[in-house]
């Protein structure tokens, strides 16, 4: 993960672009026991641009380095990499209020407790509901937070229907 880190720092330093941070799977593991993931999902800050080809400076900076597409994500060392954009308010806020960390002496920005259990919220697949049980259970996150943040977002009656079938 920490040739991930570089590759993204490096992309910040290049502008390719403005801002990252690790959100999913790999963001959970911040917080709660390790869990099993087939790729890192990296939520992105871009400039404004066409919405086809938003990814494509991102595509080809990592040519350009020797990182090369598998389908739809990027493998960098041991990890397939997915580049998400922001794609709404609470993402676009999420990434703003990301947390910094460190892995072995490189700075990567991960995705906060709260916003991963929203986002896995508004998301409502079953592996998004263990997510937020299993922040839940380790105490990263309070119900009371994802309720706040939840009604922020217009997402009481989601938060409603998981707090009913799950706590």
């Not at 026991?33 to 400076?57: H, K, R």
């Not at 703003?96 to 002496?105: S, T, V």
Request: aromatic share 8%; proline share 4%; charged share 25%.
């Amino acid at each position: 993960m920490k040739r991930v880190a570089i590759l993204l720092n490096a992309m910040i330093r290049d502008e390719v672009i403005t801002s990252y941070a690790v959100f999913g799977a790999v963001a959970q593991m911040r917080y709660t026991e390790a869990v099993s993931t087939m790729d890192a999902d990296i939520l992105v800050g871009l400039e404004d641009g066409d919405p086809l080809t938003l990814l494509s400076p991102i595509y080809r900076y990592c040519q350009d380095h020797g990182y090369h597409p598998e389908g739809e994500a990027i493998r960098v060392g041991d990890w397939p990499v997915q580049f998400i954009p922001v794609y709404d308010e609470l993402t676009s806020e999420a990434l703003r209020l990301a947390e910094q960390g460190d892995l072995d002496g490189e700075p990567l920005w991960v995705v906060r407790a709260d916003y991963l259990a929203v986002i896995a919220l508004k998301t409502a697949r079953t592996k998004d509901y263990l997510r937020i049980s299993a922040l839940l259970e380790a105490d990263a996150v309070a119900p009371e937070d994802i309720a706040r943040l939840a009604s922020k977002h217009d997402l009481d009656a989601q938060w409603d229907i998981f707090r009913r079938r799950f706590l």
